[in-house]
């Protein structure tokens, strides 16, 4: 299985970025893993929260397959204990082909994308930066590789 990760805009933050290439190469022991920046709409100020999730949402919808099993990330979304997570990943490893992972802009989703996912899920109840749910992300994808591996960086 390949798992994707579709982000709007760049990591500007160089240490999110460095601990987000970290996890990436390791995750490459376990899985194909990809990460796909779509660019920001430009002149943001100019457009209203819905204009820009509509931009964003076109985007978003363009980069997918019809196979895709597309999750968001998403405050209204399923949350997970990492152990449970990792369950749920090892599911979608034997169930769909390509598992796509996809956190938006500040505004979240434009009703396309919500109407194209297949599932949502939450890092928690908590407001994060989208960079440092980037970086959960990928760190909680590697966690549940290593979890399915029985491996020891996860301890309960």
Known sequence: MKVKLILIGKTVNK???AC????RARLAHYLQFEIRVLPAPKNTKALSEDQQKEMEGRSIINSLKTSDYVVLLDERGKEYRSVEFASWLGKKMN???NLVLVIGGPYGFSKQVYDRS???ISLSK???SHEMVRLFCVEQIYR???IL???HYHHE
Not at 20 to 23: F, S, T
């Open 20 to 23: 987000i290439d970290d996890y």
């Open 95 to 97: 169930a769909a082909r």
């Open 118 to 120: 297949d599932e949502m």
């Open 15 to 17: 240490h999110f970025e």
């Open 144 to 146: 549940a590789c290593t």
């Open 149 to 151: 591996r029985g491996e």
């Open 126 to 128: 908590m407001t994060f």
